[in-house]
């Protein structure tokens, strides 16, 4: 799985205050070549596990989602985010709290998309701090859904979160694991299994 | 190209005040094999302009434009939504009215994605008023760049936007023309060159 990590060096930039910016391939403009690359490799990871929809929050999982959808063959959601509480009975919401924008969102997912038959993938762009991830985590339990994996394209293992569903039980699967990041630019991979 | 039409009187449900919910395929949960034939209906549309990017705008544009530039082997780009002003000199900005909303927001995207060196598809999910649309011919026009066509998977033709488009010369490619609905959930389709 190091096709991620060669992108990232070749054409990420890092900022100072860890900030990785993919822009050019992951989440403004999309390499739809890497997203099919990343989609399968999501695929031979969890082919095996009766995945019944590929799950994400909008707006750059979208891409990545749909990849993964169309190797699993079934239908992907995305869950949107909102400002507003107390949205209707036909949804599941949860709440997340940005920690980049230091403000708390609703998620929210059709009750019709999510059920307790489903056996869902989770896929996002980053893993950071996990606070978007557990809202998902969130409306897959109010669903009674079974997760049956998180798949992520670029794991800050410095921030914890992938530490904290990997002790939660979850099967986590980062196609790029940083290390860590110097304000000049320096990206250091975690070594081994992901 | 009637598939989508065929889709939307089978899955799709009106709702009073010409509201039409497509999300059981088009903008909640997501059909990717739909996509697909949606992307390779544009890429056949458009094949010969020289196509550089497809362009669109988050959320539920993502998935489309990411079909159809699978088809052409372009990158895709979206633009953002953001309530901020002045974001930067690396960006193009504009400004939409939603008429839905009754507010206005800020489309961005940056300007090393979009140039004039390119020939662009926009694609949407919708096409009403055509107020996003203008938004990103905006960018396009800021950026210098050529728009070879825009791609639609659901004109409302009873709200203008497509008939405006048309009229300063774009070309628009719709799968699905709706002429009228019924607040008990008859829709009438137009007929001819779409």
């Known amino acids: 799985m190091k096709f991620l990590e060669e992108r990232i060096k070749a054409d990420g930039r890092v900022y100072p205050g860890s900030i990785l910016k993919v822009d050019s391939f992951l989440n403004?403009?999309?390499d739809v070549g890497l997203m099919d690359q990343i989609g399968e490799t999501f695929?031979?990871?969890y082919k095996d596990r009766g995945i019944t929809r590929v799950m994400t929050i909008e707006a750059s999982g979208i891409a990545i989602a749909c990849a993964a959808a169309r190797f699993f063959g079934v239908p992907m959601v995305f869950a949107k985010k909102t400002k507003s509480l107390n949205l209707g009975p036909d949804l599941y919401e949860s709440t997340v709290h940005s920690y980049t924008k230091k403000t708390d969102y609703q998620v929210t997912i059709s009750k019709k998309y999510?059920?307790?038959?489903?056996?869902i993938l989770i896929v996002d762009?980053?893993?950071a701090t996990g606070c978007a991830l557990e809202g998902l985590l969130?409306?897959?339990?109010?669903a009674g859904a079974t997760v049956e994996g998180i798949?992520?394209?670029?794991e800050k293992v410095f921030q914890g979160g992938g530490k904290m569903l990997r002790e939660k039980g979850?099967?986590?699967t980062s196609l790029a694991m940083i290390?860590?990041?110097s304000d000049d630019g320096d990206i250091v991979f975690q070594e081994g299994e992901n």
Chains 1, 2 share one sequence.
Request: aromatic share 10%.
């Open 43 to 45: 695929y031979q990871k």
């Open 114 to 119: 999510l059920t307790s038959e489903d056996h």
């Open 28 to 30: 403004h403009q999309i």
């Open 138 to 142: 969130d409306l897959c339990h109010q």
């Open 125 to 127: 762009d980053f893993l």
């Open 151 to 154: 798949g992520i394209c670029i």
């Open 170 to 172: 979850y099967s986590v």
């Open 179 to 181: 290390e860590s990041m």
